[in-house]
């Protein structure tokens, strides 16, 4: 009589991390998770001659040298500037303003030549010929604002500073085409301090409510997730999902209509997007604008934040507060473009006219005088406080506001970047680093073997999200998609690469993407090391195949179907002693052609 017992099936070599830990794993953000993959992957560097390779942090391999050198030479003059004044070798004053441009041109005649020096050059023609600031003014907020014996005065921006960030942001933001009126800037410590203060602030004044409902984009960055689910906010997630799909069936990562068309919903206070995404690296295409344009027409009191750290990386980019800036608070983070993220330097811009002042002067009474009593410390007329300055007040919880502000060396480090841009006519760094990206991109598919996506003018390619579950079906079909959901969890290939190879990804599901896909990042490793991580990936997907067609074997042996508990990896050792070797010869030749017939069927298919 036939056993009942159920088939076995053939799987991938065993990992330390077994799949139930894996399961725990998955809990965690895909930032936690990654430092647990690190471990695995320097235990497997230590056992086998692999090198780690960590592609998992956005933080870049670069670094904008022009705007740094001119920095440290600024602060060479701004030291003589303080000795000019009092000098007792330990102790200096503070530099004079009156006829400091004039020393700045000599401090420069004296040293042609050094690195810095043509480039802080420019910095003060800006000022003078294209601001038209005063001179004296102008290389004195510098040269005191790099020493940093001050409070930030205005706590908001330095005067000239915010000016020149502004011209940064209309170059870079708004494709040199800005809407009609001028921006309002918060320099602060970076796009990470920003979203906290802006959070604040719209639950602080009313705009939000804990439960509130809100639209996040995406995939997105993991913490505006992880913010929304806090005991403070509590918030109800409307997903607007980058599902489009291309005709071989791969994404292409742009937002449907009907994905966009959930932004209708009058209960929507708030939508989330970072642009160009992230994992994704695709900005919005004009169709997808336009139709969030149109949409704002049917909810005019819809707020976005928009997170355009990657805008520099699209040819053209145009952001959110260009074409809708009354609804708009955008969030730009110099990080990733300068490789500057120890800096700490990121910046919040409301239009001068916006919804959200317009609405906080509509609060209900009790609202108003909730409000006035919060801010009426500041200033005699509470009600009158724009929205962004309430967000610096908020920011150090409104007792402190005088000494509130981004410091000053930080904000002068963060013009000089922005002027790096608008000094350069050319936008050769801006090129350069888009090459960078591009380049490993290229490295990357080469490693794969897989044919290029379409160009798609929109891709920063900062970032390559990969669905593996995407890859597994137009490769071998539905049922190698089966095998790999019935038997192992989305995070096991990342397990795999870092315990077999020391490679490093992150997990895309951890970002609200697709459960089985991957983040890999093009900004932080050797342009040949991303050949090496596509290698070291179908060398770990070829293992799941492998145990899949021997699976398969088994299933179509002469015991198939009749069950009989068979031991996978000795699958043909009992084909064998049923049938005689040739008929396990026999079988095997059967599965193999199965598995290649799907793979190019499915190939043929994706080329139509």
Request: glycine share 8%.
């Amino acid at each position: 009589m036939a056993s009942t017992a159920p088939l076995t099936v053939s799987l991938a070599s065993a990992l330390k991390t077994t799949r139930s830990h894996q399961r725990d794993l998955e809990q965690l953000s895909p930032f936690e998770l990654k430092d647990y993959l690190i471990t695995l992957a320097k235990d497997s560097q230590q056992l086998s001659a692999a090198t780690m390779l960590n592609a998992g942090r956005g933080n870049p391999n670069w670094i904008a040298t022009e705007p740094r050198d001119a920095f440290f030479l600024l602060g060479r003059f701004a030291m003589k500037e303080a000795r000019r004044v009092r000098d007792e070798g330990i102790l200096a004053g503070m530099p004079d303003k009156q006829g400091c441009a004039g020393r700045l041109r000599k401090f420069l005649s004296k040293h042609k030549g050094e690195d810095g020096r043509d480039f802080l050059a420019g910095v003060l023609e800006y000022g003078v010929k294209v601001k038209a600031f005063d001179a004296d003014e102008w290389v004195h907020e510098l040269t005191d604002s790099i020493i940093g014996d001050h409070y930030p005065v205005p706590p908001r921006a330095l005067v000239h500073i915010e000016q020149i960030v502004h011209d940064y942001l209309i170059k870079e933001m708004c494709d040199g085409r800005p809407p009609k009126g001028k921006f309002d800037l918060f320099p602060v410590e970076g796009g990470t301090a920003a979203m906290c203060y802006i959070f604040d602030s719209l639950l602080q004044n009313g705009l939000l409510k804990q439960g509130d409902t809100i639209a996040l984009f995406l995939p997105t960055f993991t913490p505006y997730i992880e913010i929304a689910h806090l005991e403070r906010f509590q918030f109800k997630i409307v997903p607007i999902n980058a599902s489009s799909m291309r005709a071989d069936g791969t994404h292409d990562w742009h937002y449907p209509p009907e994905e966009i068309a959930k932004l209708e919903n009058p209960k929507i206070k708030l939508a989330v997007t970072v642009n160009p995404s992230n994992p994704p690296s695709v900005a919005f295409s004009p169709v997808e604008m336009k139709q969030i344009v149109r949409l704002i027409r049917k909810n005019p009191d819809l707020v976005l934040v928009t997170d355009d750290v990657y805008g520099t990386f699209v040819p053209n980019f145009r952001s959110l507060m260009a074409e809708v800036p009354h609804n708009t608070i955008c969030v730009y983070s110099f990080s990733k473009n300068f490789g500057c993220t120890g800096w700490r330097l990121g910046v919040i811009a409301t239009h001068e006219t916006n919804i959200m002042d317009r609405r906080i002067a509509e609060l209900p009474a009790s609202w108003k005088k909730r409000l006035h009593k919060r801010y009426s410390a500041m200033t005699m007329e509470p009600e009158k406080l724009k929205f962004i300055d309430r967000m610096v007040a908020d920011s150090r919880n409104v007792a402190l506001n005088h000494t509130a502000g981004l410091s000053l060396p930080q904000q002068v480090q963060m013009g000089f970047f922005a002027l790096s841009h608008l000094l350069d006519l050319k936008d050769a760094y801006k090129h350069l680093t888009m090459e960078i990206v591009r380049k490993r991109r290229d490295a990357l598919w080469q490693g794969l073997g897989i044919p290029m996506p379409p160009e798609d003018p929109t891709r920063a390619w900062y970032y390559v999200e990969l669905d593996f579950m995407v890859w597994a079906k137009v490769m071998y079909g539905d049922g190698f998609c089966k095998y790999m959901v019935n038997n192992y969890e989305p995070v096991d290939f990342l397990f795999r690469l870092a315990e077999k190879t020391g490679v490093v990804l992150m997990d895309g599901g951890g970002f609200g993407g697709p459960p089985w896909s991957i983040r890999i990042s093009l900004a932080n490793l050797d342009d040949g090391d991303y050949a090496k991580i596509g290698k070291h990936m179908v060398a770990a997907a070829t293992e799941y195949v492998d145990a899949w067609k021997a699976s398969e074997l088994v299933r179509s042996g002469p015991t198939a179907g009749k069950g009989q508990k068979v031991k996978a990896a000795a699958g043909k050792k009992a084909a064998g002693k049923k049938a005689g070797a040739a008929v396990a010869r026999k079988a095997v030749k059967q599965a193999v052609q199965r598995a290649d017939t799907a793979a190019k069927s499915a190939r043929k298919g994706a080329g139509k």
